[in-house]
């Protein structure tokens, strides 16, 4: 019977895929960025995928504007010559159709095996890469607490199941190395990662090193920075689908993308090759509307189903936290953890700034006590920072300040305890070591 299921989703993904009819247009027009293709206007729409034949090989791209006279294609690989006068038909939205025994492998944003095991088992249903955020009342409520080995984040920034969180930062601060921490959480059925625009070094040192406890539950889709901006543009998408397939039966799912600024950036050229104007620091109205509706996707499912767990990482810009795509992606999230480089500079790692950290669930999470302890070690922390240059100055003199020579005596002993290397075992008690450095 398993035999015959499959078969039969073969058949069906073969029917999808070469429609009965087609319709063929021509390219008239080839940039260095798209291409544009006329015949084909009034059977398009957007975000439908084209295939052009290229010498016998099929390029595809995706429709990004369209008139009465012509629809502009981008290619998903745009080194492949496209001639005049082309082949062009219509190929429909673009969709993958993930399978259980996914996991454990690395594909491309078009959903193609890049491990070198085999084709991918096609599953019996298609999951859009477009696909609408579930309905908001009809999402479950969140209370499951998330324990993630990381010290820092426990204590302060603690997660729940199904929590959306971002990581900002700037370029090499430690991004990478929090998200590869996060990675190996253990509570977890699946994993999806979506590397966007990473280096090409980078891929199999994160699959063997951070993710290797997990391989076996992980489904990683790759687009590197040599890669076009439509392929790195897909790829969180790709991710997406990916993760609402094993959210739909039922299973807890993590899902890391690194990072979302590049999808941004990607989406940003995109939209310029389409022709829109550039509205603010070069991006373009319709980036600020996709981003939401991209980072909606996650979070819990409907009633009876699972949930999406996800950590966007989130390049700052030139270190400014107000850049506009940082500021609009963290009013969409459920909290953000700051990565600050004048901590780093001090060789604490992870470089989380816990006064700058939120999470917006973490009342589930602590205990009335915990609470209390957790705001009372903040305002330290605060007070330890704002007087940092009178201290440096010699303005401080212990026993004229009962609050702030607290503070001088506890704060050090708490950046100890948060001190965590990537190739530390994950935390187990976190209240528990804190207290232990506190005491000495």
């Given at each position: 019977?398993?035999?015959?299921?499959?078969?039969?989703?073969?058949?069906?993904?073969?029917?999808?895929?070469?429609?009965?009819?087609?319709?063929?247009?021509?390219?008239?027009?080839?940039?260095?960025?798209?291409?544009?293709?006329?015949?084909?206007?009034?059977h398009l729409r957007l975000g439908d995928s084209v295939t052009v034949d290229a010498g016998g090989r099929a390029v595809v791209g995706e429709v990004v504007r369209l008139d009465h006279a012509a629809a502009i294609i981008k290619p998903f690989d745009?080194?492949?010559?496209?001639?005049?006068?082309?082949?062009?038909?219509?190929?429909?939205?673009?969709?993958?159709?993930?399978?259980?025994?996914?996991?454990?492998?690395?594909?491309?944003?078009?959903?193609?095996?890049?491990?070198?095991?085999?084709?991918?088992?096609?599953?019996?249903?298609?999951?859009?890469?477009?696909?609408?955020?579930?309905?908001?009342?009809?999402?479950?409520?969140?209370?499951?607490?998330?324990?993630?080995?990381?010290?820092?984040?426990?204590?302060?920034?603690?997660?729940?199941?199904?929590?959306?969180?971002?990581?900002?930062?700037?370029?090499?601060?430690?991004?990478?190395?929090?998200?590869?921490?996060?990675?190996?959480?253990?509570?977890?059925?699946?994993?999806?990662?979506?590397?966007?625009?990473?280096?090409?070094?980078?891929?199999?040192?994160?699959?063997?090193?951070?993710?290797?406890?997990?391989?076996?539950?992980?489904?990683?889709?790759?687009?590197?920075?040599?890669?076009?901006?439509?392929?790195?543009?897909?790829?969180?998408?790709?991710?997406?689908?990916?993760?609402?397939?094993?959210?739909?039966?039922?299973?807890?799912?993590?899902?890391?993308?690194?990072?979302?600024?590049?999808?941004?950036?990607?989406?940003?050229?995109?939209?310029?090759?389409?022709?829109?104007?550039?509205?603010?620091?070069?991006?373009?109205?319709?980036?600020?509307?996709?981003?939401?509706?991209?980072?909606?996707?996650?979070?819990?499912?409907?009633?009876?189903?699972?949930?999406?767990?996800?950590?966007?990482?989130?390049?700052?810009?030139?270190?400014?936290?107000?850049?506009?795509?940082?500021?609009?992606?963290?009013?969409?999230?459920?909290?953000?953890?700051?990565?600050?480089?004048?901590?780093?500079?001090?060789?604490?790692?992870?470089?989380?700034?816990?006064?700058?950290?939120?999470?917006?669930?973490?009342?589930?999470?602590?205990?009335?006590e915990e609470r209390t302890l957790i705001r009372r070690l903040r305002g330290l922390v605060a007070r330890y920072e704002d007087t940092r240059d009178l201290r440096l100055m010699g303005g401080y003199q212990a026993g004229s300040d009962a609050e702030?020579?607290?503070?001088?005596?506890?704060?050090?002993?708490?950046?100890?305890?948060?001190?965590?290397?990537?190739?530390?075992?994950?935390?187990?008690?976190?209240?528990?070591?804190?207290?232990?450095?506190?005491?000495?």
């Open positions: 019977m398993n035999r015959l299921a499959r078969l039969e989703a073969a058949i069906q993904s073969g029917l999808d895929e070469e429609p009965f009819v087609r319709v063929r247009g021509a390219v008239r027009e080839v940039a260095p960025t798209h291409f544009v293709v006329s015949g084909l206007s009034s745009e080194r492949i010559a496209i001639g005049i006068g082309a082949a062009a038909h219509r190929a429909g939205p673009l969709a993958f159709r993930p399978a259980a025994d996914w996991k454990g492998r690395v594909i491309n944003a078009l959903g193609r095996p890049l491990d070198g095991l085999g084709p991918l088992t096609v599953g019996p249903r298609a999951m859009p890469l477009d696909a609408d955020p579930p309905e908001a009342m009809s999402r479950s409520r969140i209370h499951k607490p998330l324990r993630t080995g990381v010290r820092v984040i426990d204590l302060f920034t603690p997660l729940c199941e199904g929590q959306r969180i971002g990581i900002f930062a700037g370029s090499g601060v430690g991004k990478s190395t929090l998200l590869s921490m996060l990675a190996r959480c253990q509570g977890f059925d699946t994993v999806v990662v979506a590397l966007v625009g990473e280096r090409g070094r980078e891929v199999r040192e994160f699959l063997e090193g951070p993710l290797a406890s997990n391989r076996h539950r992980a489904v990683v889709v790759v687009a590197t920075s040599d890669e076009s901006a439509m392929m790195r543009r897909l790829a969180p998408r790709a991710g997406f689908a990916v993760a609402e397939y094993f959210r739909d039966l039922g299973e807890s799912v993590l899902l890391i993308v690194d990072s979302v600024t590049r999808y941004a950036h990607a989406a940003r050229d995109v939209a310029l090759a389409a022709g829109e104007p550039a509205v603010t620091r070069g991006y373009a109205p319709s980036v600020f509307s996709t981003l939401p509706r991209l980072l909606e996707r996650a979070g819990p499912g409907a009633e009876g189903s699972g949930s999406i767990s996800a950590v966007f990482s989130v390049l700052v810009d030139g270190d400014d936290h107000n850049d506009p795509v940082a500021d609009a992606i963290r009013g969409t999230l459920d909290g953000h953890i700051v990565l600050d480089r004048a901590i780093a500079d001090q060789g604490r790692f992870p470089a989380v700034n816990v006064l700058g950290s939120v999470s917006r669930l973490a009342d589930l999470v602590w205990t009335p702030l020579d607290q503070a001088v005596g506890v704060v050090p002993r708490i950046y100890d305890a948060l001190r965590q290397f990537a190739d530390a075992p994950p935390s187990r008690d976190p209240f528990g070591e804190l207290a232990q450095a506190i005491r000495g």
